[in-house]
Each structure stands twice: as structure tokens, then as C-alpha cells.
């Protein structure tokens, strides 16, 4: 298997290459090109000022051919070659070039130019038909041979190879310190990742940079930062769920010792007795369904949605709490607007309702009072749950969702809270959609705002 760095080089490489590649045939086979042009144009116009100089000649012959060609004075030509009608050569200055293609091609009336880059040098031939009155009465071969084009070209051919060579050097160089960098950042990713599986949530990779790895560490930052406090908040949950579970059992023991050692209690001190076991008994029974009320919210298990009436959910809390309430002597007041529908889990409305107001009137004062308003809009319902009871603390107040939370635990135990109902709320709320906020009741106590969207009448079917 190859590594990241072979499949980055080779990339790379690759890539060079063909770079390289067209940077050395691409300014070659262009000059090339161009100077076939030039070649055609230049060679075609000596031929074709031949050609009509010799279809003056009353008598195309040698001697015609050879004054004509003195007075033109052409040079710079390889060879020159002059045919009449039927292929015969009145004058040729000598070559090693075989035009005779050629030469029976323009024979036919054709112009032929030929042109090729072969052995460090241009060589190029036009073979030119000479009329005279509508008829071909002859033909002119010019050749040309171009070592110094051809040269210079050569020359700007080689000096590219070995600026190539150098960037391809260079470039390769480059590359692999740049790899080697870059993988290194990569591995101290991957090895932090280690650690962090291998249980060391702390730890925290050293970001260096504002490109896309650095912004790749910040990210995997923020994540062991959220793994390390789930897993403090999972240690703090175990052991409060434990102590929470511990100090119930333990007084059901403690009773139950009682009872059992002292073989003289009468009546009234054994239902006292019984009566504190139950109380105890009851109190593990509703921690331990509030923690099964967590685990589900946790488990994020979907229960289908159905149209819920938060007046008559408010309603029927009410009446639960209306003994605890008289109980306390604590005044519940309420206004519930109609058509406060949502959609949501029957039971989970009803928890959420009965925990706030539960709670108010739990940790209210004597004499004290509860204000429960629901009300709605074209989009949302909204309701509020104001106490004029002990009030919560401003730096509390960020901690009372969280699971096991009291803001006085001594009040909070002998009222006999968990530190579990706020937490049930805050994720029952969330889990249907909704929101909660909480606040200061001035100028004492507490308020709670839960908001949920108001269900449409696609939902609900009316």
C-alpha cells in the first residue's frame, strides 16, 4: 500500500512532466511552423520572378537561361534547376536533391513546395511550372538548405532542455520539503487523534498557521474539548446518580436495622418506622424513573408527534398540585389563552408542565404565589411560569439544566428534589422543538419561558 507522499509525489511528478513535456516540443514545433511559412513564402517568390522572367524568352534554351538567371543574380540557393517542356534540364546548378516528383508535377501545371527539418537543418525545394501563351514550356526547381535557422533553433531547443532540467530539479526539491511539511502537520494530527482515542481527552494539538490544517486542528480541538467535559459531565453524572441512589437505600437499611435489632418497639414507632421506609422507598422510585426519563431523552427515542392542548395539559397539572399547593400555602394563579395546540408527546407536555410548576411550588414561600400564563401567536406558544419564591442566583443559572444540579442542596434535599426535573424539562423542551429560557421574577423569585411552534392545521387536521 502506498502512502500519501508517493501518491503526492507521483502526482506531482506526473504533472511536471507533461509541463516539461510541451515547454520542449511546443516552442519548437512553433518556430518550426513559422519558419516553413517564411520558407514558403520567400522560395515561392524567387521561383515565381524565375519563372516569369523565363516565359519571356522567345526560345526557352540554355543560353536564354543562363543570361536570364546572371541578370536576376539569385543566390543563397542550394540548387538551381530549369527544365523545358519535356522534363529536360537546361540548367542546373548541381545537388544532391531529387526533385523529379516535383518537376513532373509542375510539368502538369502544379506549383509543389516542400519543406522538412532533418539533419540540424532546413531544407526546402518549389517547383515552379514557366507558361507562356496558356502553356507550360517549362519548369523552375529552386532548393534551399537553412543550417542557421536550424542552428539557432537547435540552440534555443537546448537551452530550454536545461532550464527544464533545473525546474524539474528544483521543482522536485520543492516538493518534497513542501510533503514533508505538510505530512509531518498531518501526522501530528493523526497521533493526537491517538491519544485522544486512547482515553487522554485533555490533550490538545499545538495549531501553527491559518490554512485549511491549521483550521482542521482548531476543529479537532473543539472537539476533544467537548469530549473531555461529556466525559467529566458522565463521571459527575455517575457518581451523583450513585449518591443520589446510595442515600435512600442506605436510610431504608438504617430502618430496617432498626426494626430488626430492637425487639421492643411497639405500634406507633413501627408505622413511623414503615412509614419513613416508604417515603424513602418512594423517593429511590421517583429518581429512578426520572433517570429512565433521561436515558429515553438520551437514547433520542422517537415517539410520533401528535396534537397536544397545552390549556387542557396545564389544566390537568393544576389539579395534581392544587394539595401540595394548599399544602405550602401557596397561591397558583393562571390564564390560558384557547388553541395553544403543538405537536408533542402527550406525557412529555405533561412533565414539562408539572416540573415547572412543581417546582415553584415547592421552593416558594409561605404565603407565596404561581402565575401560570399560556398564550399564543400565528407561530408559536408560549408559556410562563412565574414564582414569587427563593429565586435562583445569577451565577446559577447557567447550571440548573444540568443534570444533578441544586442551587441550595440542603433546601433542595429536605424538599425532596433530585436535581434531575429542570434537566428532564430543558431536554423534553428541546427534543418537541422548542425553547427555554429562565430569568429573574422581580423583585423576588423566579420565571420560566418555554416557547414551542404552534402546530398548523396540516398537522392537526382541522
Known amino acids: 500500500m502506498h502512502s500519501i507522499r508517493f501518491h503526492f509525489f507521483a502526482f506531482i511528478a506526473a504533472l511536471l512532466l507533461i509541463l516539461l513535456v510541451l515547454l520542449n516540443t511546443y516552442p519548437l514545433i512553433s518556430s518550426r511552423d513559422l519558419v516553413f511559412e517564411e520558407k514558403r513564402s520567400s522560395l515561392s517568390s524567387q521561383a515565381s520572378v524565375v519563372a516569369s522572367s523565363l516565359s519571356g524568352l522567345e526560345t526557352l534554351n540554355r543560353p536564354g537561361v543562363e543570361e536570364v538567371l546572371r541578370v536576376l543574380d539569385v543566390s543563397g540557393l542550394s540548387r538551381i534547376l530549369v527544365a523545358d517542356g519535356q522534363g529536360r534540364a537546361l540548367y542546373d546548378s548541381g545537388g544532391r536533391e531529387d526533385g523529379s516528383g516535383d518537376i513532373a508535377a509542375a510539368l502538369s501545371g502544379k506549383v509543389v513546395f516542400r519543406s522538412r527539418f532533418a539533419d540540424s537543418a532546413f531544407a526546402s525545394s518549389c517547383a515552379m511550372p514557366i507558361s507562356s501563351q496558356g502553356s507550360t514550356v517549362g519548369v523552375v526547381y529552386l532548393c534551399e538548405t537553412d543550417t542557421e535557422r536550424a542552428g539557432l533553433i ?25 510533503s514533508e511539511v505538510l505530512l509531518r502537520r498531518v501526522g501530528e494530527l493523526v497521533r493526537s487523534m491517538r491519544i485522544v482515542a486512547a482515553g487522554d481527552y485533555a490533550h490538545r494539538l499545538a495549531v501553527r498557521g491559518q490554512d485549511e490544517i491549521a483550521e482542521l486542528g482548531g476543529e479537532f480541538n473543539l472537539l476533544t474539548e467537548r469530549l473531555d467535559e461529556n466525559e467529566r459531565q458522565r463521571r459527575r453524572f455517575v457518581s451523583d446518580a450513585s449518591h443520589e441512589l446510595k442515600t435512600p437505600l442506605a436510610s431504608i437499611r438504617l430502618l430496617a436495622d432498626s ?45 410520533a408527534p401528535e396534537p397536544v392542548d397545552l390549556r387542557q395539559t396545564a389544566i390537568d397539572a393544576l389539579v395534581m398540585l392544587r394539595p401540595l399547593a394548599g399544602e405550602k400555602r401557596v397561591a397558583i394563579h393562571s390564564r390560558l389563552d384557547d388553541g395553544c395546540v403543538i405537536m408533542a408527546n402527550n406525557d412529555d407536555a405533561f412533565h414539562i408542565l408539572f416540573n415547572l410548576l412543581e417546582n415553584a411550588v415547592k421552593y416558594n414561600v409561605p404565603d407565596g404565589s404561581v402565575t401560570l400564563t399560556l398564550e399564543h401567536d400565528e407561530e408559536s406558544v408560549t408559556l410562563t411560569v412565574a414564582d414569587t419564591g427563593i429565586g435562583i442566583p445569577e451565577e446559577d443559572r447557567l447550571n440548573i439544566f444540568s443534570r444533578f444540579y441544586r442551587v441550595d442542596k440542603a433546601r433542595s434535599r429536605e424538599a425532596g428534589g433530585s436535581g434531575l426535573g429542570l434537566s428532564i424539562v430543558h431536554d423534553a423542551v428541546l427534543a418537541h422543538g422548542g425553547s427555554i429560557t429562565v430569568g429573574a421574577n422581580k423583585p423576588q423569585g423566579s420565571v420560566f419561558i418555554v416557547s414551542f411552534p404552534r402546530a398548523t392545521s396540516e398537522e392537526t387536521g382541522i
Do not use: C, P
Open 154 to 178: 537547435l540552440d534555443v531547443q537546448n537551452r530550454i532542455m536545461i532550464v527544464s532540467l533545473l525546474i524539474a530539479v528544483l521543482s522536485l526539491a520543492l516538493v518534497l520539503l513542501f
Open 259 to 303: 426494626v430488626v435489632q430492637n425487639d421492643n418497639v411497639d405500634a406507633a414507632t413501627m408505622r413511623e418506622f414503615m412509614a419513613d421506609i416508604g417515603s424513602e422507598a418512594e423517593r429511590l422510585q421517583r429518581t429512578t424513573e426520572k433517570l429512565l426519563d433521561l436515558s429515553r431523552l438520551d437514547d433520542d427515542i422517537q415517539v
